[in-house]
C-alpha cells in the first residue's frame, strides 16, 4: 500500500510539475521582459526547485565517451558482456589502436547495491580508465525485472560475482566499494577454498563494513537497534502496476532516498537554498555543480526485499562474517583460506557510514595470506564519497591503488607460469 500512496502522490503532482516547468521556461525566456527583472528571476528560481523537488528521477547515464591515454584522447564505448536479470557487466572498452596497445590490469570494480545506481562510480570508472581496463556491475532496479526472474538474494549475489570473476580465467583484479565488500570478500573466500584457479589477481575492499561492530556509525546503531521483523513490516512493500516488476516485494528507493537525506537535512536544505540565491544571481557555473550532483544523488532503485533482509541479518545484526558463521548455500565462508589472492583495504578517516576498522577487518580474517600481499591505506580528511571519487581519491588514493595493482599483476604472472611448469 506505501508504495502505491508513492505513486499517486507522483501523479498527482505530475500536472503542477509540469505546469511549473512550462513557466519557468517562460520566466526564463529571453524575449520576456520579466526575465531581466528581479521578480522574474525569482519566480524562475522558485519554479526550477519545486520541478526538481518533487520530480522522480530515473537512472542517469554513464557519460563517459572518452578518455585520454598516454595523453591523447581516445573514445570509449559501453559493451555488455554478460547480461544477467539483476545486473550487466559492462566493459568500457578504449578505442585504442593496435599499435598503441598496453598491457594494462583488468580491473572488475564491484559497484554497491544499495539504492543508488551503478553511476554513482562514475568518477571512479573515469579515473581508472587511463591506466586499467575496467569492467563494472551495472544493477537493475528491482522494479523493472519480472517475478519470472525468480528472486534475488545475498546468495544469489555471491553466485554472480563468482560468475563475473571466472569469465577472466584469473586475469583480473576485482574493487568493491561500500555495500559489495562482503559479498566479494566471500566470494574470493569461497573461490579459494575449493582452489578455483580462476580467482583474481588481487581485491580491494573499500570502505565496506566487513566487521559492522567496528567503530559503529548512526547507520550501523539504527540497524543495530532494531529486530530483523522491524525492518520486515515497516520498509518492505510490493511494486505496484504498472511495473514489470509488479507484486515484487522490495526495499523501495524513495524510503532508501529519506534515509539519505534525513541524515544530513541540514546540509541538503542548505545546498538548495543555495541553489535559489544562485539561480537569482545568475551564477550558472554554482547551479549546473548542484544539478549534476542531485540528479545522481536523487537517483535511486528499488533492491529486492530477499536480498535487503539477508544483509541486514547476516551483516548488521548478527556480524556472521566476522564471527565465521557466514553460510553460503551452506557452505561456510571462511576467509582464512585466502591465501593467492592479495589483498588492500581504503578506509576513510571521517566516514559517517562505515566507521574505521569496519574494513581493515578483512585482514584480521585472512590468517593464511603473506604480509607481502597486504595493503591498507586511511585517507585523512575524506568521508564516505571521498574514499572513491574526487580529488583527494585522484590524488592521493589511486595512485596507491594503481601501485598496488601493478605489482600484483607480476605476482600473480609468475605463479601462473610456476603452475604451468608443474602441470
Known sequence: ML?????????????????????????????NPASYTPLGRGAA????????????????????????????????????????PF????????????????????VLV??????????????????????????????????????????????????YIIEFLRYFRGKVHVMAVCQPTVPVFAA???????GDWFVPRSMILMAGPIDARMSPTAVNRFADGKPLSWFRHNVITQVPWPYPGMMRLVYPGFLQLSG????????????????????IRGDGDSADKHREFYDEFLAVMDLTAEYYLQTIETVFLEHKLPKGEMLHRGVPVDPSKVHRVALMTVEGEKDDISGIGQTAAAHILCKSL???????????????????????????????IRAFLRAN???????????????
Open 3 to 31: 508504495y502505491h500512496l508513492y505513486e499517486l502522490n507522483q501523479a498527482a503532482l505530475r500536472p503542477a510539475r509540469a505546469a511549473a516547468d512550462a513557466y519557468r521556461l517562460l520566466f526564463r525566456n529571453p524575449l
Open 45 to 84: 528560481a522558485a519554479l526550477e526547485l519545486f520541478e526538481r523537488s518533487t520530480r522522480r528521477y530515473r537512472k542517469p547515464a554513464w557519460g563517459i565517451d572518452k578518455v585520454a591515454v598516454d595523453g591523447s584522447e581516445v573514445a570509449v564505448h559501453e559493451r555488455p558482456v554478460i547480461a544477467k
Open 87 to 106: 545486473c550487466n557487466l559492462v566493459h568500457f572498452e578504449r578505442d585504442v589502436p593496435a599499435s598503441r596497445r598496453r598491457n594494462d590490469p583488468k
Open 110 to 159: 564491484v559497484a554497491p547495491m544499495a539504492g543508488h545506481f551503478s553511476t554513482l562510480l562514475r568518477g571512479t570508472v573515469r579515473d581508472l580508465l587511463p591506466d586499467h581496463e575496467v569492467y563494472v556491475t551495472e544493477w537493475q532496479d528491482a522494479r523493472f525485472v519480472p517475478r519470472a526472474a525468480g528472486p534475488f538474494d545475498l546468495d544469489v549475489y555471491i553466485d
Open 188 to 194: 574470493v573466500s569461497l573461490m579459494e577454498a575449493r
Open 260 to 279: 539519505f537525506m534525513g541524515m544530513n537535512i541540514d546540509r541538503h536544505l542548505t545546498a538548495h537554498r543555495d541553489l535559489f540565491h544562485n539561480l
Open 370 to 400: 603473506h604480509e607481502t600481499m597486504r595493503a591498507h591505506h586511511l585517507q585523512p580528511g575524506v568521508g564516505h564519497y571521498g574514499v572513491f571519487n574526487g580529488s583527494r581519491f585522484r590524488a592521493e588514493i589511486l595512485p596507491k
Open 409 to 423: 599483476q607480476r605476482r600473480r604472472g609468475i605463479l601462473a607460469r610456476a603452475f604451468r611448469r608443474a602441470a
